[in-house]
């Protein structure tokens, strides 16, 4: 599975809309890109998958190029609840298990 | 989605101890995975719970040292043998569903644990 690339951490003051950036250039055609969300003492938990172009739901939007080597993680408006780590993910069909990498520890700001 | 539990949540135990850990799931699942997070990092697999077979483990963890057990497509327990502080670590039990475009997985609330 590609690697993945992310920001160790970010800083956001409440209300600001955070944009998290991922790359993964290697990315294969039938792979798609997952990002979970982390909070402190629990386990990780699904956020949003895309293919191609975007995808929003009630929690985030997810911009894929067209090229799909990068995608762009966007949190509407944060709020200190959102603070976690976000972790990107190269996903491949089938009953492979994910292989998380560094992800990104989001830290908002009062 | 999946209700997966734990037990214990937390345990502190002594150089060279074993401990088992449980993991329960709401419904019946084929995938099962087990992972570690130590303090500050990010998750690692220790391995695929196979019911019926022996469990696969990822490269760097051992069968002597994590002995993994799945009776059933509900449960399945994580030992972690001859406990060194270098153990200490979250252990979390993992279940894989295909219900989007490509599987996605939850987690347990994970296991708190110290060695001394």
């Known amino acids: 599975l590609a690697k993945t690339t992310q920001p160790i951490s970010m800083d956001s003051y409440e209300g600001q809309e955070v944009n998290i950036t991922c790359s993964h250039n290697?990315?294969?055609?039938?792979?798609?890109i997952t990002w979970y969300q982390q909070f402190p003492s629990q386990g990780p938990r699904f956020i949003i998958q895309g293919y191609k172009t975007k995808v929003t739901n009630e929690v985030a939007s997810l911009f894929i190029p067209a090229d799909r080597k990068s995608s762009t993680l966007s949190l509407p408006r944060v709020s200190l609840s959102d603070t976690a780590v976000y972790y990107c993910l190269v996903v491949r069909g089938g009953n492979t298990p994910l292989v998380f990498g560094k992800g990104t520890r989001l830290s908002v700001i009062a | 989605s999946a209700v997966i539990s734990q037990k214990p949540s937390r345990d502190i135990c002594q150089r060279g101890t074993s401990l088992t850990i449980q993991c329960q799931v709401d419904s019946q699942v084929t995938m099962m995975f087990w992972y570690r997070q130590q303090p500050g990092q990010s998750l690692t697999l220790i391995a695929t719970?196979?019911?019926?077979?022996?469990?696969?483990?990822e490269s760097g963890f051992v069968i002597d040292k994590f002995p993994i057990s799945r009776p059933n497509l509900t449960f399945s327990t994580l030992t972690v043998s001859n406990m060194s502080p270098e153990d200490s670590s979250i252990y979390l039990c993992?279940?894989?569903?295909?219900?989007?475009?490509?599987?996605?997985?939850?987690f347990g609330p994970g296991t708190r644990l110290t060695v001394l």
């Open positions: 290697n990315i294969a055609t039938n792979d798609y």
């Open positions: 993992s279940v894989l569903r295909t219900e989007k475009m490509a599987n996605e997985q939850f």
């Open positions: 719970a196979n019911q019926g077979s022996e469990a696969t483990y």
